[in-house]
């Protein structure tokens, strides 16, 4: 390193807490500043909190640096912090080390004209790549293989660099499975077992380790609900549209190629499954891994209202479209059966040939329920109510032969217990409108993956405990994170209330 010189440090943290909390920062037992980050009480839009430091005038010595971060909760035992990254930056002279590495002046910024890079120890080096523009690489060769060797190049900015060292490439090796076999999605994915060419109504999408229920359910939909379904396995996806890479755009491409390759508009392909559950954890880092057939998540991580999953992104067909913007419209309808195995996927395929062999006629296909919350706080909850009353008086004029049930929580008597209000009667009315079935229930109101409403009138143990083996339900949640399906750590009560 060069001595004389200081360096910089860059230090990102994230911490949840209901009170404030803090990061100290140390490098070589010196003090670089502090993190603070405000506590959670109050603001209902945040999951947590995320700071930096950025210290440019720390003094090193040696290329033995410690850098020390510690958390201080404020007294709060139940605070969580969380490094995101440290970066330091150490001006250092350019010397061959036997390996390959990257580099840049951030001074060079401030020198305009040319600016003249020194090498030592570079017999090994073999080239320069500029790096700064990804999409024009340029290359410096080292002919002469100097101990010393330089370069110039054009300052007045910070240029990306990488020494190339002979001793340091990577090896191809050989796998042991290395045999990718045949395949032609886009050439064969509209032909039928006549060799015909026949538009796609419904696609399912599966490992291959869930494809014979996939196609299962696919052959069920053919023969009871004429509809022309294909199933069709990630690898396959992967091999053709992401050369075998995990990635949701590629899963995204393929329907676009069917969507815009039918024979009309009008015979496009109108429904997607997503057959498997999918999990936060794309690279498979936490011990639960349930990533099986991958969704999209917003970028942003420390909002309750702006972090989120959907499948509505492979469901926008139209060019420019994908970001999830609120002007985004679905092209198709998207669902997803979140099983982990082949058990669960034989369940969840089980039920939905019993549903639809149940008789049309029975009385309890005509029962309509809707649930509305109670108005804890007059600014937000007061049209949850509103909009219940709303929709029954849609419903019963558009269509009279329904029966529409509304069980408005504010009617009935709440109890104080030991764990916080209840309504217990509105407990029991649920569940009996689940268990002696009914057509559609729909709840409107608060709620999160432990339960819905402040008083739990449905939670992950009642959601458990319910009978109703053939009169299922439409079950439609007007609500928050109750149908979350993509943290195998904290399970859901919705994703509990479909297995």
């Known amino acids: 390193m060069i001595g004389s010189r200081p360096a910089s440090l860059k230090v990102v943290t994230g911490a949840i807490s209901d009170i404030g909390s803090s990061f100290t920062c140390e490098v070589n037992g010196v003090s670089a500043g502090t993190i603070g980050h405000f506590g959670l009480a109050g603001v209902n839009t945040l999951v947590s909190r995320r700071g930096q430091l950025i210290a440019n005038n720390i003094n090193v010595s040696s290329d033995d640096v410690d850098v020390k971060i510690t958390f201080d909760n404020s007294g709060n035992p139940g605070a969580e912090g969380y490094l995101d990254y440290i970066e330091l930056e150490v001006p250092q002279s350019l010397v061959g080390i036997g390996e390959s590495y990257r580099f840049r002046n951030t001074e060079a910024a401030l020198q305009p004209g040319v600016v003249q890079f020194q090498f030592s120890n570079a017999t090994s080096i073999s080239e320069v790549w500029n790096i700064s523009d990804p999409y024009n690489v340029t290359t410096v060769l080292n002919n002469t293989s100097d101990a010393n060797f330089s370069f110039v190049d054009s300052g007045g900015e910070v240029k990306e660099y990488i020494v190339v060292d002979n001793n340091d490439f990577f090896n191809p090796i050989s796998v042991s499975n290395r045999r990718v ?26 490992p291959s380790f869930l494809e014979s229920e996939a196609q299962r359910l696919a052959n069920y939909h053919i023969t009871s609900s004429n509809l022309n379904t294909k199933v069709v396995t990630l690898s396959d996806i992967y091999n053709e549209f992401s050369e075998g890479e995990q990635d949701i755009a590629a899963i995204r491409n393929f329907v676009k190629y069917v969507y815009d390759n039918a ?214 949640t007007v609500t928050c994170e109750f149908t979350r399906f993509d943290n195998p750590l904290r399970p859901s009560g919705g994703g509990k209330s479909i297995s």
Do not use: C
């Open 181 to 206: 076999a045949n395949q032609n999605l886009k050439g064969t994915i509209f032909i039928d077992s006549n060799g015909n060419f026949k538009d796609i109504d419904y696609l399912i999408i599966t």
């Open 263 to 476: 024979s009309s508009p009008a015979n496009r392909v109108k429904y997607l499954n997503m057959f498997g559950d999918a999990s936060f954890d794309y690279k498979n880092r936490i011990s639960v891994r349930e990533n099986i057939v991958p969704s999209f998540l917003t970028a942003e991580a420390t909002s309750l209202t702006q972090s989120y999953v959907t499948d509505d992104f492979f469901t926008y067909m139209n060019p420019n479209e994908g970001n999830v913007a609120t002007n985004n419209l679905m092209d198709l309808a998207v669902g997803r059966m979140i099983v982990t195995d082949i058990t669960e996927a034989r369940e969840m395929v089980d039920k939905v040939v019993s549903y639809t062999a149940q008789p049309a006629f029975e009385r309890w296909r005509n029962d309509v329920v809707l649930i509305g919350d109670d108005i804890d706080d007059p600014q937000t909850d007061s049209n949850l109510q509103v909009n219940v009353n709303d929709l029954a008086d849609q419903i019963e004029l558009n269509r009279p032969d329904y029966n529409v049930r509304k069980i408005m929580m504010d009617s009935y008597q709440q109890l104080s217990t030991a764990g916080g209000f209840r309504y217990p009667d509105v407990e029991e009315a649920v569940k009996n409108a689940f268990e002696r079935g009914s057509l559609v229930i729909n709840y409107f109101g608060h709620g999160n993956e432990d339960g819905l409403a402040q008083e739990f009138i449905v939670t992950q143990s009642s959601v458990e405990n319910l009978r109703n083996p053939n009169n299922l339900p439409l079950f439609i």
